[in-house]
């Protein structure tokens, strides 16, 4: 158990300042040797308990009767805590969604859908947000007389604001879905992502609320709220609990759903045609 914890805090914290290391001399700024020959040897080390580890998880799976491959993908779980393999997963999908915006693509909603667009109330403030990151990587290239820190600082500067558009790219082209068939898919970037079937609506309405606190908030009641700039406009009643997963992997059951939508209205009016349209299945002859 203590190799795993061990384990666990290097894939958490070593790999990815090798990683950051990486980045760093791909653009070409010039890092101390001593420092890239310290990186270097932790994560030598981290590999080698990495390997001693999941090598032993892995010899454990097999003993129980796993195949290779699920014992190979049991370690890695075990070593890997859900936070980082999650946050991992969201980044990519992140800056996969950045291409998606550059060609004006949406991702996951299928022909006879209803994109329903959530980014109204978060836009000023994101780009507000790229703005702020420029002026700052402009500021600290004129203050910090040393090049080697100004490199390193720019190459961070630059992800970042590069990592800001992504988030705002992944909300963009991962709208609310409202489905042919009445199903509701509700998503925030490539944080969240909550399918309700058609069948789980009970009611939906319009209504603003200003709810506090995080991105994904759970109440007691049971309420699930996804707010968008610090607002929901749509309440959705579920006809029994239904379960979702947080971004970072906690899971909880909702009983209602509100999230926001530019355009409350259309996603009402979707889910209302949807559930009350009469049903195509012809009658059985006789």
Request: hydrophobic share 55%; aromatic share 4%; net charge positive.
């Amino acid at each position: 158990m203590r190799g795993v914890r061990g384990a666990r805090v290097v894939a958490a914290a070593v790999l990815p300042a090798e990683l950051a290391v990486g980045v760093c001399l791909m653009a070409g700024v010039r890092i101390p040797v001593a420092v890239v020959a310290g990186a270097e040897g932790a994560v030598l080390l981290a590999v080698v308990l990495e390997t001693v580890v999941l090598g032993g998880l892995w010899r454990e799976g097999r003993r129980a009767g796993a195949g290779r491959r699920a014992a190979a993908v049991g370690a890695l779980r075990t070593v890997a805590p859900v936070a980082v393999r999650r946050l991992v997963v969201h980044e990519l999908r992140a800056l996969h969604s950045l291409g998606l915006w550059l060609v004006r693509r949406r991702h996951g909603v299928p022909e006879g859908a209803l994109s329903v667009p959530y980014t109204g109330p978060q836009t000023a403030m994101m780009y507000g947000l790229v703005f702020v990151s420029v002026v700052e990587t402009v500021m600290l290239a004129l203050l910090i007389p040393w090049p080697v820190v100004h490199r390193i600082l720019l190459v961070l500067d630059v992800y970042g604001v590069l990592l800001v558009l992504a988030l705002h790219a992944a909300c963009v082209c991962r709208p609310h879905v409202v489905g042919a068939d009445g199903s509701l898919r509700v998503r925030y970037g490539a944080l969240f992502d909550l399918l309700v079937p058609a069948a789980s609506v009970a009611a939906v309405r319009v209504e603003r609320r200003f709810p506090q606190g995080r991105l994904v908030e759970h109440d007691s009641d049971g309420v699930l709220d996804l707010a968008v700039g610090g607002q929901t406009t749509v309440t959705v009643e579920l006809s029994a609990p239904l379960g979702f997963v947080r971004p970072l992997g906690g899971r909880g059951q909702a009983v209602a759903v509100r999230f926001h939508a530019d355009d409350p209205r259309a996603v009402v009016a979707a889910l209302t045609r949807a559930r009350t349209a009469p049903s195509t299945i012809p009658d059985p002859p006789g």
